[in-house]
């Protein structure tokens, strides 16, 4: 994986630690259990209705985040 690429798992776990909130809680937001959440923060990629619910709970827009990342790629590919 190139420094460039963003790895959902650890951006939802970061978010999850800046607003103090606990995998406990993110699982009864997106019913799951506490146990695949901590298995989501490994993750490099999910689905995106997934994306979309965690976003929703957490209040975030994960989609523009990445939109971002990748329009910032371009620009320094192109340099």
Known sequence: MSQNELEIG??????MKKQGRKAS???EKI???????YKL???TSID????Q?????LD??????FSENQHN???TDNE
């Open 48 to 51: 995106l209705s997934l994306m």
């Open 41 to 43: 923060f490994k993750k």
């Open 31 to 37: 019913c799951c259990s506490r146990t695949n959440v």
């Open 10 to 15: 650890a951006l939802i776990r970061q978010e």
């Open 73 to 75: 790629n371009k620009k």
């Open 60 to 65: 975030i827009d994960l989609f523009a985040y």
């Open 25 to 27: 809680w993110l699982a």
């Open 53 to 57: 619910k965690i976003g929703k709970a």
